[in-house]
């Protein structure tokens, strides 16, 4: 392990928020208060301040900074949000230290957003974590163990029954195929190579595979390949969506139609910037769902 300090951004980054938003399932916080996780291959035991991030990883500070959007100018892209939609300004203000992440592994992403639907937070972090304990040891560092992601060869080896033991339900049977699915178009290489398509190509790709739909093919886009006008629909948008742009939809169920129509309307406003915008209203909505 080797240790760095990163400087923060002048709009800060809350460390615990960002990862605890539902955008990653693997972190936790230790006993000393600082946020041990994976990403792929990489480990990550962080400790922020207002100033800085001091961190002790098995790789180089640039995968942290990738992984928290710290390339970029934060500041000037919540600018950009603000010259499309001046009424933003409080919804921005308050939601500038919670980071957009980009995960490393894209087939990590859809394995993992594949125990999201129809469920909680309590029950997907678990069911993630057992994925999970398939995945070759990398540490131990005070109790917890730090792993690899499993491979989509050793997804695909995991049966239905034992995931039915370990109470993932319908999800027992669809993940295993899935990765399975993913192998049979050429594995992990084949995922990393949709970074190089258009995203409405990659998204198309995407949902040709079983128990992945619109909403779940734009997490991946936005979190595993990084596309920044991927916008993902799911409750907490389509509810800030229907207030702010669609009252007429209000009450009113979320159609393939109107999925688009929300998309859209974002990348319209906001274009390279809509899966940040999205970011905003998900995470505003989903902190008044908390209260």
């Known amino acids: 392990m080797r240790s760095f300090e990163i400087p923060l951004p ?3 980054l809350d460390l615990g928020r960002t990862l605890t938003s539902g955008q990653v399932f693997r972190w936790h916080q230790l006993p000393d208060g600082a946020w041990a996780g994976t990403d792929d291959d990489c480990v990550w035991i962080i400790k922020a301040d ?12 640039d995968r942290l900074i990738h992984f928290l959007g710290l390339d970029r100018d934060r500041e000037a892209d919540f600018q950009r949000i603000l010259a499309s939609e001046p009424t933003w300004t409080a919804r921005v203000a308050h939601r500038k230290n919670v980071a957009l992440l980009r995960c ?13 639907a129809n469920n909680h937070l309590s029950r997907i972090v678990p069911m993630v974590h057992y994925l999970a304990s398939r995945g ?4 131990s560092y005070q109790g917890w163990e730090a792993r690899k992601f499993p491979t989509l060869h050793q997804i695909a080896q995991v049966t239905e029954a034992e995931l039915r033991s370990a109470g993932f339900g ?8 899935v990765a399975k699915a993913v192998l049979d178009q050429g594995g992990e290489e084949w995922f990393h190579s949709l970074r ?5 190509e990659a998204s198309e790709s ?4 079983r128990s992945v739909g619109r909403k779940l093919a734009d997490c991946i886009c936005l979190y595993g390949l990084h596309f920044g006008e991927s916008v993902p629909v799911d409750t907490h948008l389509w509810q800030a969506a229907t207030t702010l742009y669609f009252p007429e939809w209000q009450g009113k169920a979320l159609t393939e139609t109107r999925y688009k129509a929300v998309g859209n309307l974002m990348r319209s406003k906001f274009g390279c910037l809509a899966g940040l915008a999205h970011h905003l209203l998900f995470f505003e909505n989903l902190e008044k769902r908390r209260k």
């Not at 990590?108 to 999201?116: D, K, M, P, Q």
């Not at 319908?170 to 195929?177: G, N």
């Not at 995407?206 to 595979?209: A, D, G, M, S, V």
């Open 10 to 12: 002048k709009v800060g």
């Open 50 to 61: 207002s100033e800085r991030l001091k961190v002790q990883s098995t790789h180089h500070p």
């Open 104 to 116: 490393q592994n894209p087939a990590e992403v859809l394995l993992s957003f594949l125990c999201t």
């Open 136 to 139: 070759d040891l990398i540490l």
């Open 170 to 177: 319908y999800r027992s049977a669809t993940i295993p195929l």
């Open 196 to 200: 190089g398509k258009p995203y409405e």
């Open 206 to 209: 995407l949902i040709q595979f």
